[in-house]
């Protein structure tokens, strides 16, 4: 009888282990292949790339939310963060109840807004909002990002030093599948800028 309830519970336990594996896969596909990167040419360059993380399969990303730490009156990092939000089907804004979120490494600071969706379709191109080098003074570098949709353009909920650089190129095939991120590490008593460049990734 003891032999039969220990069996019986590692068969549940192993039951449970498979789902929660299961479940964690399906948030993110690393592995999955790509078409074409989107680039732009105004990134900060402190800081290092992270992991490159992708949607499930089949899915592309619709919509997108930031970690944005408000002006604060010291050291300022702005933008910390970049999430994508991933859908299967082209639907409207309305129809975007069931989808997964990716995202690469992020910042420390601030915290997240509200999630902005494309009219229709997909992300398709991207633009940077960055800050210069300010030599002594506080450095910010990426401040906010900008996508184009399948119909229309998004502008995130970010802050306003810097400038605005040059469009990505569009993607090649259905829309951003994936992200990557270039992320300073706090630097103690030293000057802070967190997020500093980003890499889109599109698929078929």
């Known amino acids: 009888m003891h032999h039969f309830m220990m069996f019986s519970l590692l068969v549940i336990i192993g039951l449970q282990v498979s789902v929660e594996s299961a479940g964690i896969r399906s948030e993110r596909s690393i592995d999955r292949y790509y078409r074409s990167e989107l ?32 002006p604060i009156q010291g050291d300022d990092t702005a933008l910390n963060g970049i999430r994508l939000h991933c859908v299967a089907s082209k639907g409207s804004s309305d129809s975007y109840r069931d ?65 605005w650089g040059t469009w990505s190129q569009t ?7 994936g992200i990557k991120t270039r992320i300073e590490v706090p630097q103690g008593r030293g000057d802070d800028t967190s997020l500093n460049d980003v890499i889109m990734y599109c698929c078929d």
């Open 171 to 177: 993607c090649e095939g259905k829309g951003i599948c």
């Open 39 to 70: 680039t732009v040419p105004n990134g900060g360059g402190w800081g290092s790339w992270g992991q490159r993380e992708m949607c499930p399969a089949g899915t592309y990303a619709a919509g997108f939310s930031l970690r944005v730490e408000d």
């Open 99 to 163: 989808y997964s979120s990716v995202q690469s490494d992020v910042g420390s600071w601030g915290r997240w807004t509200d999630i902005k969706w494309c009219p229709s379709g997909f992300l398709t191109a991207f633009q940077l909002r960055v800050e210069r080098s300010q030599g002594d003074g506080d450095d910010t570098a990426a401040n906010n990002i900008m996508f184009r949709c399948s119909q229309g353009t998004l502008q995130g909920d970010g802050t306003n030093w810097g400038d």
